[in-house]
C-alpha cells in the first residue's frame, strides 16, 4: 500500500500564491507518475496538475496553466503544488494521487491512490 499526505491548504486572497506538497510513503517503488486534482463543492473531481516518473513532463488543466507549477522534491517521494495569482475560482479540496504509471495522465481512473485532500480557500 501506498500512503498519501498532503499539506499546504489554507485561506489566501485572491491574487496570491500557497504551495501545496504531498508526501508518499510505504510502497513507493510501486507508483510512479503523480497527479492533483481538486474538488469544488457541488462539482465532480477534476484535473489539475500531472507530472511524469521523473518529473521532465507535466501537464496542466486549461484553467490553471500559467499559474501552477507541479515538481518532484529530490526524493521523487514528494510533489509540490506551487499556485500562483490564485483566484475564487480555485477554492476546493486538493487531492494528490499516484499512479503506476510511468507517463503523466489527466485520468482520474489512472490513479490508484489517493489522499485525503487538503482545503484550499481563495477569497475575493
Known amino acids: 500500500q501506498v500512503q498519501l499526505v498532503e499539506s499546504g491548504g489554507s485561506v489566501v486572497q485572491a491574487g496570491g500564491s500557497l504551495r501545496l506538497s504531498c508526501a508518499a510513503s510505504?510502497?513507493?517503488?510501486?507508483?510512479?507518475?503523480r497527479g492533483w486534482f481538486r474538488q469544488a463543492p457541488g462539482k465532480e473531481r477534476e484535473f489539475v496538475a500531472s507530472i511524469n516518473w521523473n518529473g521532465d513532463t507535466t501537464d496542466y488543466a486549461d484553467s490553471v496553466k500559467g499559474r501552477f507549477l507541479i515538481s518532484r522534491g529530490n526524493t521523487k517521494n514528494t510533489v509540490y503544488l506551487q499556485m500562483n495569482s490564485l483566484k475564487s475560482e480555485d477554492t476546493g479540496v486538493y487531492y494528490c494521487?499516484?499512479?503506476?504509471?510511468?507517463?503523466?495522465?489527466?485520468?482520474?481512473?489512472?490513479?490508484?491512490?489517493w489522499g485525503q485532500g487538503t482545503q484550499v480557500t481563495v477569497s475575493s
Open positions: 494521487a499516484a499512479s503506476s504509471r510511468l507517463s503523466a495522465t489527466m485520468d482520474l481512473s489512472e490513479y490508484k491512490y
Open positions: 510505504g510502497r513507493t517503488y510501486s507508483i510512479y507518475a
